[in-house]
């Protein structure tokens, strides 16, 4: 169980992080990720519940399904990635979350593989591009 865990810091060289593998970690409050990471699989991060901020690095290529399912503190995603592929619902239940900050132009952003319901539901996100900002719901 890592319902105590605080705090994860993941050393470069790590190129997946597997199916649930942080899920249920109700105290995770600080989440650094390697630049050699590739893949976030489903429920990876799902209920973490007082994480509120994620930066995705610019090597990740895959978000799958439900990554980050009921981060209910989520306040803060930055994806450095112009690359990544956007799986459904990735952020069900993020309801802090209002915007994503993206390291890429809005045609950028446009561009990146995305699943048509990788919002949940009724969603509505504020993309910030380098070059403006783009409106997102479902």
Avoid: H, M
């Avoid at 690359?83 to 209002?98: D, H, M, N, Q, R």
Wanted: glycine share 6%; hydrophobic share 40%; with cysteine.
């Amino acid at each position: 169980s890592c319902s105590s865990l605080k705090e994860i810091i993941l050393p470069d060289g790590i190129v997946e992080i597997g199916l649930a593998a942080f899920d249920s970690c109700e105290s995770l409050s600080s989440l650094v990720l390697p630049n050699t990471l590739s893949t976030i699989r489903a429920y990876a991060f799902a209920n973490c519940s007082v994480l509120k901020e994620i930066t995705i690095p610019e090597s990740v290529l895959e978000i799958e399904s439900l990554a980050f399912e009921y981060c209910t503190s989520l306040e803060t995603l930055t994806i450095r990635s112009k690359t990544a592929k956007l799986y459904s619902e990735i952020l069900v239940g993020a309801s802090l979350l209002t915007e994503i900050r993206f390291n890429g132009t809005c045609e950028e952003w446009y561009g990146l593989g995305k699943d048509a319901d990788w919002l949940a539901e009724g969603q509505r996100l504020t993309i910030i591009c380098t070059d403006g900002e783009v409106e997102e719901f479902n």
